[in-house]
C-alpha cells in the first residue's frame, strides 16, 4: 500500500521530534517523549505489582530502582503512569501507545528568602527571681533551671559574637515573599531565575 503525501506533510514527518521535552531542553538517553511498548510493559508491570493509587514518588523508586532508569527519567514516567491510570480501570496501558508524554520535572527559582537570626549572649546584668523554703532550696531551684520570673537591664550592651548567630529559613514568610516577587515580575525576568534540576 502507497500513501501519497503533500510536500507539507513530508517536511512535517521530518520535523516531527519523538525524542525531547521543552522545544529541545530536555532529552532523555532511555525515553522519547511518546508512549511505547517498554513503557506499555513497565506500566503494566506496575500495575499489577503495585497498583495504581500510590504517590508519584512511590512510582519513582520502582521504576528507577526495577528498571534502572535514571531519576529524572523516573520522575517523568511515574507522574504520566498516575496520569493514564485515572484514565483506566483494567490496568492495560497499550491503548496508550504513541500518546505524548506530560513533561514533569523539577525547577529551581533563584529570588530572596526570608530568614530569622536567633541571637543569643550575655547581659552583664539581670535578676531570676522565684520562691523557695530556704536560701539553699532557691538555690537548689536555681541549678535545675527553675525560676519564676527574669529581668534584663535592657541599657546594658549583649555580649554576643556574630557567628553566635543562629539563621533559619522563615517558613512563614517564605510563601508570601515568593508569591510577591513573582507576581510583581514579569515572565521575561522571572525565567532567567528559574532552571530545570
Known amino acids: 500500500m502507497k500513501i501519497k503525501l503533500t510536500?507539507?506533510?513530508?517536511?512535517?514527518?521530518?520535523?516531527?521530534?519523538d525524542k525531547d521535552f521543552l522545544d529541545g531542553k530536555v532529552k532523555f538517553p532511555n525515553i522519547g517523549n511518546k508512549v511505547?511498548?517498554?513503557?506499555?510493559?513497565?506500566?503494566n508491570y506496575i500495575h499489577k505489582e503495585y497498583g495504581n493509587q500510590g504517590t508519584?514518588?512511590?512510582?519513582?523508586?520502582?521504576?528507577?530502582?526495577?528498571?534502572?532508569?535514571?531519576?529524572?527519567?523516573?520522575?517523568?514516567?511515574?507522574?504520566?503512569?498516575?496520569?493514564?491510570?485515572?484514565?483506566?480501570?483494567?490496568?492495560?496501558?497499550?491503548?496508550?501507545i504513541g500518546n505524548p508524554l506530560i513533561f514533569?520535572?523539577?525547577?529551581?527559582?533563584?529570588?530572596?528568602?526570608?530568614?530569622?537570626?536567633?541571637?543569643?549572649?550575655?547581659?552583664?546584668?539581670?535578676?531570676?527571681?522565684?520562691?523557695?523554703?530556704?536560701y539553699k532550696d532557691f538555690m537548689s531551684k536555681l541549678r535545675k533551671?527553675?525560676?519564676?520570673?527574669v529581668d534584663v537591664d535592657w541599657d546594658q550592651t549583649v555580649d554576643f559574637y556574630s557567628d553566635d548567630i543562629d539563621w533559619d529559613i522563615n517558613n512563614e514568610h517564605a510563601p508570601q515573599e515568593v508569591?510577591?516577587?513573582?507576581?510583581?515580575?514579569?515572565?521575561?525576568?522571572?525565567?532567567?531565575?528559574i532552571k530545570l534540576i
Open 56 to 96: 508519584w514518588q512511590l512510582y519513582l523508586t520502582i521504576i528507577r530502582d526495577i528498571f534502572n532508569l535514571s531519576e529524572q527519567e523516573a520522575r517523568l514516567l511515574s507522574y504520566n503512569y498516575i496520569e493514564f491510570s485515572s484514565k483506566i480501570k483494567d490496568g492495560n496501558y497499550e491503548k496508550f
Open 104 to 134: 514533569f520535572g523539577e525547577f529551581e527559582f533563584s529570588g530572596s528568602v526570608p530568614v530569622s537570626g536567633y541571637v543569643s549572649g550575655d547581659i552583664a546584668s539581670g535578676k531570676y527571681s522565684g520562691y523557695g523554703t530556704s
Open 179 to 193: 508569591k510577591w516577587f513573582t507576581h510583581n515580575t514579569p515572565d521575561e525576568e522571572l525565567i532567567d531565575n
Open 7 to 17: 510536500e507539507s506533510q513530508y517536511n512535517k514527518l521530518l520535523l516531527e521530534n
Open 145 to 149: 533551671g527553675d525560676y519564676e520570673d
Open 36 to 43: 511505547n511498548k517498554f513503557i506499555v510493559k513497565m506500566y
